[in-house]
Each structure stands twice: as C-alpha cells, then as structure tokens.
C-alpha cells in the first residue's frame, strides 16, 4: 500500500519483508525482482511454493502460524498477510496477529488484505437461502466470515496504528475477469470446505455439486458482491 513508501525506504533496500501464508508466492517473486535489495521471505504450512526456479534474494520457510513463527523477536520490516479469511475460527486470529506482531520490527508495517465474505445481492428479488446455508455452516464451525471487516479494530487493539485502509467492492462472476476470479476464488473456498459441509448436512456428491451450481448461477444472476478490505499498520518506535 502507497503508505509503506512513506515508512520504509523500498529503493534503498536492505529491508527484510514476510508473507505469511504465502501460498504459491506469486506476490513474493515478483515484488523481489522489484525491489532486488531487500530480502524476502514467504512461510506457508504447505510448501506449494516455487522449489527450483525463484529470485535468489528470495527464501521459503514451511511453518504453521499457529505453533508459532520461527524467527526471533523483531526480524522483520514489512510482513503481510492476506486471504485467509477462513483459514482461522474467531479465537485464532488474535493469536495470528500477536505472532505478527511479535516478529515485527519497531517501526514496521503490518499489511493485512482480506475479503467480507457476507455477501450482497444487488438483485434484492433473489432469495439468499443458499448463501445463508453456507454462512451459518461458518459460524457453526467457528469461523467469521466477516473477519476481513473486522481486522482494523484487531489490529488497533494491538496498539498498532493504521496509517492507510481501503475498501473495494469486488463482484462474483459479473464485470470483467476480476469479477471472474473473484467467482472462482470464493467457489474454490466453498469446495474446499466440501467434505465437512456435506458430512454436517448428509449431502450426497452429486447434491453438492448441484449445490455448487445453483449458488454459482445466483451470484451472477443477482449481480452479488463482497467487501474488499486492506488495511496498513505502523508498529510504534520503541
């Protein structure tokens, strides 16, 4: 986000910066090969990551967040985190958070991105039946899904100052490739989530999958949407 320039001195280099739940680490290889003189590091429990092919100020460190980060105190200048609405119930984000902060160095800024998965109907006529299943099936399993919402207030209650937040409105399958990927973003969640959901409900397969279909078709149909949030914060000088 455009604040962290106004923090930490990119060009310059010599920063150490974090993605955590890296995932694939598309972001990670492209912003070093951007920015060559800092050093990068991406930490995920599944090492989907690049293996042989990557930038050489680029490393990857296989670690579950919620056992703990394997760093010292204070190691890093810049850390995200995005995209992991559902992968934390309510009681792990603090937890998340804290470790983040821990590994953060003074002066240093946190960026967390992440999706409100309530979603919006424009088409007020469609009934949300299907999307309220899938959201009261979350909560039974302790996750929120509007933690993305949610995250400004957590990260304040950290004593971490948010000096940028912004907020999109992203649409599921309508408007463009965006709205595209954004459709296939939120399917891909709803599948994985599949042996649990039907497990809860005794859903057969093929119910799933028409399941599947039906939701899909209504979020383009109705022109539905979710809540984009980003949000960029300073951790004080000691």
């Known amino acids: 986000m455009a604040e962290a320039f106004q923090h930490l001195n990119f060009q310059r280099g010599g920063l ?3 993605d955590v739940c890296c995932g694939p680490a598309t972001w990670l290889c492209e912003t070093s ?19 042989d092919i990557r930038p050489v100020n ?26 992991v609405v559902l992968a934390f119930t309510s009681d792990e984000w603090r937890k998340v958070l804290n470790e983040l902060l ?19 109907l424009q088409d007020a006529s469609q009934s949300r039946q299907l999307i309220e299943n899938f959201e009261q099936f979350y909560a039974m399993q302790g996750l929120d899904v509007a ?7 957590r990260l304040s209650d950290l004593d971490l100052r948010i000096v940028q937040s912004e ?8 408007g463009g490739p965006i709205g595209t990927a954004s459709l296939n973003l939120f399917m ?6 599949a042996p649990w959901y039907k497990r809860a409900v005794d859903m057969s397969d093929d119910a799933f999958r028409q399941l599947q279909d ?3 078709a209504l979020l383009v149909r109705s022109k539905a949407y979710m809540g984009l949030h980003a949000f960029l914060a300073l951790k004080a000088l000691e």
Do not use: H
């Open 58 to 83: 680029l490393q990857f460190r296989r670690a579950n967040i919620l056992q703990g980060i394997p760093y010292p105190d204070q190691s890093f200048d810049f850390i995200q985190i995005r995209f």
């Open 147 to 153: 933690a993305g919402a949610k995250l400004d207030m």
């Open 16 to 18: 150490a910066i974090l």
């Open 214 to 216: 039906d939701t899909r």
């Open 188 to 193: 891909g969640k709803i599948n994985g989530l």
């Open 167 to 174: 907020y999109r409105e992203v649409p599921l399958g309508w």
């Open 33 to 51: 090969l951007e920015y060559n003189n800092s050093q990068f590091t991406g930490v995920d429990m599944s090492d989907v990551w690049p293996k």
């Open 102 to 120: 821990r590994i953060l160095k003074p002066g240093g800024c946190l960026q967390c991105i992440d999706l409100d998965m309530r979603v919006t």
